[in-house]
């Protein structure tokens, strides 16, 4: 991997600077009682370099879950879980940083219309089903990708539910979806 030049290297220090200022501060004071020109003068730079980096706050919490989803993954992928266990460690895990993150999870949930906000679960949850259907724990008779879509949905139907209500507890709701989605999923049946 070649090594950064100087420019790209100050590039890269400002942009997480800038991250770690404006997420400092979402965490002390609230996404909304958090304005850019706070972020800014925290980061030590002028306004509009913020808009350099950033097209909004949004994508600072965007770029936020990007990286937990990430995590997530990651982690599901180097425990030795079963498919349904895998599957399980990310929704639980995913549903405690929405729980405990309320406020910045419902800024990313309701500005999902951008195209990359969570490609990364997305994408994981493709490859999980994927491999479980490899190695047979999983039907091969739908397409992976149409799994993860159904079973994205059914979680964030149930997150917006458990928003909206506050209702409910939504780990235990994640358990739920997932034990419906692999019933339904099962080699033993067989549909007409």
């Known amino acids: 991997m070649a090594e950064l030049s100087r420019r790209?290297?100050?590039?890269?220090?400002?942009?997480?600077?800038?991250?770690?200022?404006?997420?400092?501060?979402?965490?002390?004071?609230?996404?909304?009682?958090?304005?850019?020109?706070?972020?800014?003068?925290?980061a030590d730079v002028g306004k509009g370099t913020f808009y350099n980096y950033f097209p909004s706050k949004e994508a600072v919490i965007q770029e936020y879950y990007?990286?937990?989803?990430?995590?997530?993954?990651?982690?599901?992928?180097?425990?030795?879980?079963?498919?349904?266990?895998?599957?399980?460690?990310?929704l639980k895990n995913w549903a405690k940083y929405m729980t405990v993150e309320k406020e910045l999870a419902w800024v990313a949930m309701k500005n999902r219309v951008e195209p990359e906000l969570d490609k990364g679960l997305h994408y994981g949850i493709i490859g999980i089903i994927s491999h479980g259907q490899r190695i047979g724990e999983i039907s091969k008779r739908y397409d992976p990708v149409f799994l993860a879509e159904c079973l994205e949905g059914m979680v964030l139907q149930h997150f917006f539910h458990w928003f909206v209500t506050g209702e409910g507890d939504l780990e235990r709701e994640m358990e739920n979806v997932l034990s419906l989605f692999f019933e339904g999923l099962s080699e033993r049946k067989v549909w007409a």
């Open 8 to 42: 790209e290297r100050k590039k890269l220090e400002t942009y997480s600077k800038l991250y770690k200022c404006a997420m400092d501060l979402f965490q002390k004071q609230g996404f909304e009682g958090t304005s850019v020109e706070q972020i800014t003068q925290l």
């Open 66 to 90: 990007r990286r937990k989803y990430q995590e997530l993954i990651t982690s599901g992928r180097e425990a030795s879980y079963s498919l349904q266990e895998r599957l399980m460690h990310v």
